[in-house]
């Protein structure tokens, strides 16, 4: 658990735009990032996390780690989806360069996969990518992020008995409940709390068997185990103190009654939207 628990990172947008049109992404405006504004925020920061859009597209990526180096950043990680790493090149000049990859993996089925990635070639590269860190020894670092929508949920608890048969290495999986954001195509492709609680709870008992750590972002800890409260991003601490405030969660009438709500950050408002509000009464 070193990164869940003792890792507490800035994190920066660095570039406004994307390789990928995955038909699930919450997709913010693009906006152009300047070098200096960047280089302001990284200066003197320990640890630091570049993520999307697609951090690995910006052509000031290499130079803001180098800043940051040189500024005494102790700790980076890159959140990606990995599709540039493929690149022996790309992915050797990062190489001791970052701490941890985030990469993205949604689905472990090749044409299931294709459909959430919207592309046909996107899965047939992980063997790329993968070959790649293993030749540059970094395939330690990865850590994976499995977005939790209605056209995985079924296969979900598949996906930590995949990862450890064919990446061993990898020994910490984000589990995430797909966000509406400003894509309104995301709204049917939420599931409902109730309809994926079971298999959610399910997937992390095999986690824990299988000793691959994990965290689940955005899921009321009324809806998981109480031995996996704290592994939750919904359990109120300093850091999701920041969650309330980026993505609005707020207590419905039911949390009063609730005997984890004094733990909890309660629910997304984007899933209240929905008129699901039923499954609080």
């Not at 790309?90 to 990859?101: G, P, R, T, V």
């Not at 294709?114 to 899965?123: A, G, K, P, R, V």
């Not at 185990?225 to 707020?250: G, P, V």
């Not at 039911?254 to 499954?279: F, H, P, T």
Request: charge should be positive; include cysteine; hydrophobic fraction near 40%.
């Amino acid at each position: 658990m070193w990164y869940i628990e003792n890792r507490n990172n800035t994190t920066f947008n660095i570039y406004g735009d994307c390789n990928q049109v995955c038909p699930f992404c919450s997709w913010y405006p693009k906006t152009d990032f300047k070098l200096e504004d960047l280089k302001n925020k990284v200066k003197w920061l320990k640890e630091i996390s570049f993520q999307w859009w697609e951090p690995t597209m910006s052509p000031n990526l290499f130079e803001l780690i180098d800043y940051a180096r040189s500024n005494w950043t102790e700790f980076i990680n890159l959140i990606t989806n990995w599709l540039k790493i493929a690149d022996y090149k790309f992915a050797s000049k990062l190489a001791w360069n970052i701490d941890c990859y985030h990469f993205a993996f949604m689905s472990h089925k090749l044409t299931k996969a294709d459909i959430l990635w919207w592309s046909e070639t996107t899965l047939k590269l992980k063997s790329k990518w993968i070959l790649n860190l293993i030749k540059l020894w970094e395939s330690s670092k990865i850590r994976l992020i499995h977005i939790i929508q209605k056209d995985n949920i079924k296969d979900l608890k598949e996906f930590p008995l995949f990862v450890s048969k064919r990446f061993p290495w990898v020994k910490l999986i984000e589990f995430k409940y797909i966000q509406y954001f400003w894509n309104k195509n995301n709204l049917w492709k939420i599931p409902k709390y109730s309809d994926s609680y079971k298999d959610i709870n399910s997937t992390l008992e095999i986690c824990d068997k299988l000793w691959i750590d994990f965290l689940v972002n955005w899921l009321p800890l009324c809806f998981l185990k109480e031995k996996f409260h704290k592994k939750a991003a919904s359990y109120y601490n300093d850091n999701s103190l920041e969650d309330m405030k980026n993505f609005s969660t707020i207590k419905v009438d039911k949390c009063k009654e609730c005997n984890y709500s004094s733990n909890c950050i309660g629910v997304r408002q984007d899933y209240i939207m929905l008129n699901w509000n039923n499954e609080f009464k």
